[in-house]
């Protein structure tokens, strides 16, 4: 699914926050690790509720894996332009939001932009690069190109732009997750997605919020940053393992940053906003601190340095 898997993003919980109270599950899925600790007297029922948990996660990358040939994104990836296909209401409230971030940031984040990731892999040599290029300049690219239909849950396109749902996939999971555990009643507890999108919820015994730690992507010991994180979410985006971010108004590879971490109201904003700022200047990024739910960002640049908004 435009999105990676550094380990940008680590909860403090195994060994600080030793405590009875908090039980953990973990799962394999969306080709990452994906993690659940809640604090609960009743570790039965918390261990339930994270089955229940990840047994939506699988449902949501069954249904929004571009790779998984019977998904919904695989089947709009293949259909004619002019062909409408009706939704799951998972994957079109993924658009939903997609689109919605297409538009609030200029066009910086678009899910159309993932095909591009295809033509410029594995192409190390200057030629390869060149090729790459040539042939996403011919791709269409553009959520415009993207209808929804929001009463039907219908889908069309007018061209043959690919979607990739990768750079918001895990915190449109995580925000699912987060609503189904509040479901069973649930407070105090944290939904780690693969190192790059985490939401927090509550606060650990004996803490103010669940202690999150952000790592320098090429130095895993070097902390950036350590704080408590509660009724927020933060996503992650980096570059240090691979030209696997897209910019999508110039085709091609983001080279700057090196990483960027983004604290929003949901994983959704957060995984999204964390993608767009890599490929925006720093002017818009600004810009956008304290507005379209984005309430602080840290951008590590690649001289190492380090800059904390606002």
Same mark, same amino acid.
């Given at each position: 699914m435009q999105r990676r898997s550094e380990d940008l993003l680590h909860p403090l919980v195994e060994h600080p926050l030793a405590d009875a109270r908090i039980h953990r599950g973990s799962h394999q899925a969306m080709a990452t690790e994906w993690a659940i600790w809640i604090s609960h007297e009743d570790e039965v029922y918390a261990r339930q509720a994270a089955w229940e948990a990840f047994q939506l996660l699988e449902r949501l990358e069954a249904e929004l !894996?571009?790779?998984?040939?019977?998904?919904?994104?695989?089947?709009?990836?293949?259909?004619?332009?002019?062909?409408?296909l009706p939704l799951g209401a998972e994957a079109f409230g993924c658009l939903r939001k997609a689109r919605?971030?297409?538009?609030?940031?200029?066009?910086?984040?678009?899910?159309?932009?993932?095909? #591009?990731?295809?033509?410029?892999? *594995?192409?190390?040599?200057?030629?390869?690069?060149i090729a790459g290029r040539l042939r996403a300049s011919r791709q269409p690219v553009g959520m415009e190109h993207l209808h929804l239909e929001g009463e039907t849950m219908r889908v069309w396109r007018d061209v043959g732009v690919e979607v990739d749902l990768g750079a918001i996939g895990k915190g449109y999971a995580v925000d699912r997750m987060v609503e189904l555990l509040q479901e069973w009643g649930l407070s105090d507890f944290l939904v780690h997605g693969g190192a790059s999108s985490v939401a927090a919820r509550g606060h650990a015994p004996a803490h103010s919020g669940w202690?999150?730690?952000?790592?320098?992507?090429?130095?895993?010991?070097?902390?950036?940053a350590q704080f408590p994180l509660?009724?927020?979410?933060?996503?992650? !985006?980096?570059?240090?393992?691979?030209?696997?971010?897209?910019?999508?108004?110039?085709?091609?590879?983001?080279?700057?940053? #090196?990483?960027?971490?983004?604290?929003? !109201?949901?994983?959704?904003?957060?995984?999204?906003?964390?993608?767009?700022?890599?490929?925006?200047?720093?002017?818009?990024?600004?810009?956008?601190?304290? *507005?379209?739910?984005?309430?602080?960002?840290?951008? #590590?640049?690649?001289?190492? !340095?380090?800059?904390?908004?606002?």
């Amino acid at each position: 699914m435009q999105r990676r898997s550094e380990d940008l993003l680590h909860p403090l919980v195994e060994h600080p926050l030793a405590d009875a109270r908090i039980h953990r599950g973990s799962h394999q899925a969306m080709a990452t690790e994906w993690a659940i600790w809640i604090s609960h007297e009743d570790e039965v029922y918390a261990r339930q509720a994270a089955w229940e948990a990840f047994q939506l996660l699988e449902r949501l990358e069954a249904e929004l !894996s571009r790779f998984n040939p019977n998904s919904d994104i695989a089947r709009l990836n293949r259909l004619t332009p002019g062909e409408i296909l009706p939704l799951g209401a998972e994957a079109f409230g993924c658009l939903r939001k997609a689109r919605a971030l297409f538009e609030a940031s200029g066009g910086a984040f678009d899910v159309t932009a993932g095909g #591009l990731k295809d033509h410029y892999r *594995e192409n190390d040599s200057l030629r390869g690069r060149i090729a790459g290029r040539l042939r996403a300049s011919r791709q269409p690219v553009g959520m415009e190109h993207l209808h929804l239909e929001g009463e039907t849950m219908r889908v069309w396109r007018d061209v043959g732009v690919e979607v990739d749902l990768g750079a918001i996939g895990k915190g449109y999971a995580v925000d699912r997750m987060v609503e189904l555990l509040q479901e069973w009643g649930l407070s105090d507890f944290l939904v780690h997605g693969g190192a790059s999108s985490v939401a927090a919820r509550g606060h650990a015994p004996a803490h103010s919020g669940w202690p999150v730690t952000l790592r320098h992507p090429r130095d895993g010991g070097r902390v950036l940053a350590q704080f408590p994180l509660t009724e927020q979410a933060l996503g992650a !985006s980096g570059i240090a393992r691979g030209e696997h971010i897209i910019d999508p108004r110039r085709r091609r590879p983001a080279r700057t940053p #090196l990483a960027v971490w983004v604290a929003a !109201s949901s994983a959704t904003e957060a995984d999204g906003w964390s993608t767009a700022f890599m490929v925006m200047s720093g002017t818009a990024v600004r810009s956008c601190i304290g *507005e379209k739910q984005v309430t602080r960002a840290l951008i #590590l640049g690649r001289d190492y !340095s380090l800059t904390a908004l606002p």
